[in-house]
């Protein structure tokens, strides 16, 4: 408990730190009153703004007042919707929520199997095939396999609708462009690490006792190998969050990603700037929760 | 000996391993039997094929080991020619193991108690309720204090004498008849090897289970078995009574093994060690494969010497004492 307690306090650095850059990036990225006015706002309209936003006072006093803002949640108000911009991208949190959690959970469906049987199979013909397929998945880009599965599955075959959110058949096609990539990069990891368990001691044992080799290997060797699976995971929800991002645009799935690009088209910097701090939190939450569940797979590990 | 009392014995037992560097004759014409209950303990130098032998006789080789000849007979079934699934009802519930390393030989993400309990979950049909009071109970019988404690423990958390009490309870946890040991305290302090030897020893007595000890220290043996077995690369030299082996030893590699060990009441002031090393596997010399060793070796050592037995139950691999058979008649 005390371990979580510090890890939470670790955050806030963290934090201070994206404030920092999405201070300094809206700073940079030209005048933010004319970012955040429509085009054809009077001289009145932005010297009121400046006024309102303390544009007139010395930068360190302007970052102070961007930092107290962000902690009341106060990005400014987004022009093209007229309303604060934070409310705006928590509505669009679940669906990204929601298709991340689907694409995690589809790579850990694929890649268990077949990176365990890879690693059982070494040096065969299904390793060499999964070995394979895998460097394509990974290398495969998001939006070009979002529109191949759109055109085979939803155009030709028309059994999974093209796009947009609903039913859970609406997230499948979604879910596997996210999770493609994830799924390649843990199936080899789990196959090297796969390797090394097989030959450990406990699975001598473990024989010994009279277990089926599928017992022995998916009770005792998988566990083992679950550990940097987890942190693979964590390490790569910045990637998926990526991804994420180009797969919503291609599928008009409305989250986050879609949210953050419409707003850059139109120059909406208060939504960008607070879609790039929930999208930071979110990222910050599930190392952390990766931390966590860590700490549950492999006991050896205490609470410090 | 009453044909009706043997529990394991193995015939011509001969095991291969398939290397990139061609084949290595682990164990060639390996020959020995157990009775019920009896403690039999196999020696030799390090890369002799003792623990070969003993994975052969579970059938749990790695892959590129395989059984090329001989039979292994348990309770009068050939395990050779079992299958698998068969074997797997022997592994654990029949025939058990002790590992030497406990540490890594324990799944270190499970609880001790669920190691110990998933044998008697597969072998014995019982209610988890039931099988965790049947854990308690023989971590009791073990020695280990606060069972219940130590049940739900990680490997990690406990001592090595302890972890290896564990492994003991796990071997002991269907009945079997026949524990293989193989050198289990080879990796624990000396005080506590003591305690493994004399655990391992009461309860194979109290339960009448039979083990075979696998080790290269000649105290243990002298400690635990009633007979003995000599390996020599992958071959039995050796096999007698554990009296008939200390006082009367035939083989000159056997006497080089007593002279190599010490004293256990200290009147040998230095250690003498048996020259030279156990030949590798890929170059074994064509007759006596202790030839080279030898200080008794003679032109005829060149051919192949057989297993003799010389009196009732001891047996010798050597032309020496073949000789001073021939010349007695
Ligand atoms: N998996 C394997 N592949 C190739 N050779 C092996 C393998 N396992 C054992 N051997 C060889 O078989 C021979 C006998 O090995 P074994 O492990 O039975 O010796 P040991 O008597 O148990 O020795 P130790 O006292 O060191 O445990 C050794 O020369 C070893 O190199
Ligand atoms: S057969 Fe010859 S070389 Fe071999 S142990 Fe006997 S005396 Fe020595
Ligand atoms: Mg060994």
Request: hydrophobic share 45%; charged share 20%.
């Amino acid at each position: 408990m005390t371990y979580i307690i510090k890890k939470l306090f670790q955050i806030i650095p963290v934090l201070f730190i994206i404030s920092f850059v999405v201070f300094i990036f809206v700073n940079v990225s030209g005048d933010p009153v004319v970012l955040m006015l429509p085009e054809d706002a009077s001289n009145e309209e932005i010297k009121a703004m400046q006024e309102s936003l303390g544009l007139d006072k010395p930068v360190i006093v302007q970052y102070g007042l961007f930092l107290s803002n962000v902690m009341k949640g106060q990005f400014g108000q987004s022009f093209v919707y007229k309303q604060e911009a934070l409310p705006i991208v928590l509505e669009r949190l679940p669906a990204t929520f929601e298709l991340m959690i689907a694409a995690i959970i589809i790579s850990i469906l694929i890649s268990i199997p077949l990176g365990v049987l890879s690693a059982i199979k070494r040096n065969t013909f299904i390793d060499l095939f999964i070995s394979g397929t895998s460097v394509l998945g990974k290398a495969m880009p998001n939006f070009w396999l979002g529109l191949m599965l759109m055109l085979v599955f939803s155009v030709y075959l028309q059994i999974l609708p093209v796009s947009s959110r609903g039913s859970l058949l609406h997230l499948v096609l979604p879910a596997i462009t996210t999770g493609t990539a994830m799924a390649a990069e843990l199936t080899r990891m789990l196959r090297s690490q796969m390797l090394d368990v097989l030959h450990q001691d406990y699975m001598r044992t473990a024989r010994s006792k009279g277990l089926s080799h599928f017992s022995v290997v998916y009770k005792h060797g998988l566990r083992n190998s679950l550990l940097p699976v987890i942190t693979l995971i964590a390490l790569n929800i910045s990637t998926l969050v990526g991804g994420a991002l180009v797969t919503e645009v291609v599928f008009a799935w409305p989250g986050i990603g879609q949210l953050v690009i419409s707003a850059v088209h139109a120059r909406d910097m208060a939504v960008v700037q607070a879609c790039i701090f929930v999208i930071a939190i979110f990222v910050i939450g599930a190392n952390f929760l990766a931390d966590i569940l860590y700490r549950v797979v492999d006991p050896r590990i205490k609470y410090r | 000996m009453k044909e009706s009392e043997v529990l394991l014995e193995v015939k011509n037992l001969k095991t291969h391993f398939n290397t990139i560097n061609g084949v290595v004759p682990s164990v060639e014409d390996v020959s020995f039997y157990i009775n019920k209950g009896e403690k039999v303990a196999i020696v030799g130098e390090s890369g002799s094929g003792k623990s070969v032998t003993s994975l052969s006789i579970m059938r749990l080789l790695s892959e590129t080991g395989k059984i090329i000849d001989g039979s292994i007979h348990f309770c009068g079934r050939n395990l050779i020619e079992l299958s698998e699934k068969d074997m797997r009802k022997i592994r654990g519930n029949e025939i058990a193991m002790v590992f030497q390393e406990p540490l890594s030989s324990l799944n270190p993400v499970m609880t001790v108690g669920k190691q110990i309990m998933e044998s008697i979950l597969l072998h014995q049909k019982t209610r988890k309720q039931n099988a965790k009071q049947q854990v308690i109970d023989l971590l009791n019988k073990v020695g280990i204090p606060r069972p219940e404690k130590v049940f739900s423990s990680y490997p990690h958390l406990l001592s090595g004498g302890m972890r290896q009490r564990v492994m003991i309870a796990m071997a002991l946890s269907c009945q079997p008849k026949l524990i293989i040991a193989d050198e289990p305290t080879t990796a624990l302090d000396v005080t506590i090897q003591a305690q493994i030897l004399s655990i391992l020893k009461e309860l194979s007595e109290q339960e009448e289970v039979a083990i075979l000890l696998i080790t290269h220290d000649l105290g243990v043996v002298a400690e635990v078995a009633d007979r003995v077995i000599v390996m020599y690369a992958g071959q039995v030299v050796e096999q007698a009574e554990i009296f008939s082996i200390f006082d009367y030893p035939k083989h000159p590699y056997t006497k080089a093994l007593l002279n190599s060990t010490p004293k256990l009441d200290f009147s040998q002031t230095e250690l003498l060690s048996i020259e030279g090393t156990v030949p590798s596997p890929m170059e074994i010399p064509t007759g006596c494969r202790f030839y080279d060793r030898c200080d008794f070796s003679s032109e005829i050592c060149k051919q192949s010497p057989e297993l003799k037995e010389i009196t009732d139950g001891h047996q010798v691999r050597c032309w020496l004492v073949e000789e001073a058979i021939d010349n007695r008649i």
